[in-house]
């Protein structure tokens, strides 16, 4: 029973936090489904009656996929441009999201889908976190939420959870994005990758997108949540470079 609770609970917050999130950058939410069916069985050679549900969300189809398609490795065959376009719709996506006083909770390549465009697509809300405007946006969690290689170390804690703890979660991603590995990067090896894949197309404009992802990827997974940027702050700092 209280795992049918918990089940029915999170379905309800997943349906109410997706309904806040309109963007071009949010998966589209279509609507949901919930049926119920009592039947009778027999248990123990007793007749019991016992209650069948079913749950189901309805989401837009994207017919690229997800994110982590595309970059594990670096032989991933994203060009640059495409990259920093994911990069720069991530991040929008995740500053609407705060911006309605959620929390995401599990931030990574595969909840990231994109479409015939390759324009980036957040999904995977099945764990977020919603707030009342009135309400604090920090929370205590009993339990670790989230995908090992991207949870944020207070979370491992379980410590308070915050919207610093989504911004742990972006900075692996860029990383990803970057690297095709989730280990931290070195900002100038990182450059220096990517003026040799560049080749002839280099230019000192593109180099500079890659720095300043790099830089940004750095900064967010401080393991001191209070030193990690916020999403405005992000978006700042990738509109310097944007051309």
């Known amino acids: 029973m209280m795992t049918l609770e ?28 919930y049926y119920s069916e009592v039947e009778a069985l027999e248990y123990r050679k007793k007749l019991v009656m016992a209650e069948k549900q079913e749950r189901l969300l309805c989401f837009q189809y994207l017919s690229n996929g997800s994110l982590d398609l595309y970059v594990s490795g670096a032989s991933s065959g994203l060009e640059w441009r495409e ?3 994911i990069i720069m719709g991530l991040c929008k996506g995740l500053h609407y999201i705060h911006g309605n006083n959620i929390i995401h909770m ?6 990231i889908l994109l479409d015939d465009n390759m324009v980036p ?7 977020s976190k919603g707030f009342a405007e009135d309400q604090s946006q920090t929370l205590r969690q009993s339990s670790v939420m989230g995908t090992v290689g991207y949870i ?19 900075g692996v991603t860029i990383t990803e994005i970057l690297t095709g590995e989730k280990e931290t990067c ?11 894949r560049l080749g002839t197309s280099c230019t000192d404009e593109l180099l500079e997108q890659v720095r300043v992802c790099a830089e940004i990827s750095i900064v967010c997974r401080d393991p001191n949540p209070e030193k990690r940027p916020d999403m405005k702050r992000v978006i700042e700092m990738l ?3 944007d051309c």
């Open 106 to 111: 599990d931030l990574k390549p595969r909840h």
């Open 6 to 33: 918990f089940n029915e609970q999170k379905f309800k917050n997943t349906i109410k936090n997706m309904r806040l999130c309109q963007h071009e950058n949010i998966v589209q939410f279509l609507g949901y489904c």
């Open 152 to 170: 944020a170390p207070e979370l491992k804690d379980r410590t308070a959870v915050s919207f610093k703890s989504d911004i742990y979660s972006l």
């Open 186 to 196: 070195d900002t100038e090896k990182v450059v220096e990758s990517w003026r040799t």
């Open 121 to 127: 697509k957040i999904s995977g809300f099945h764990l």
């Open 239 to 241: 509109g310097e470079t």
């Open 83 to 85: 990259r920093y376009q």
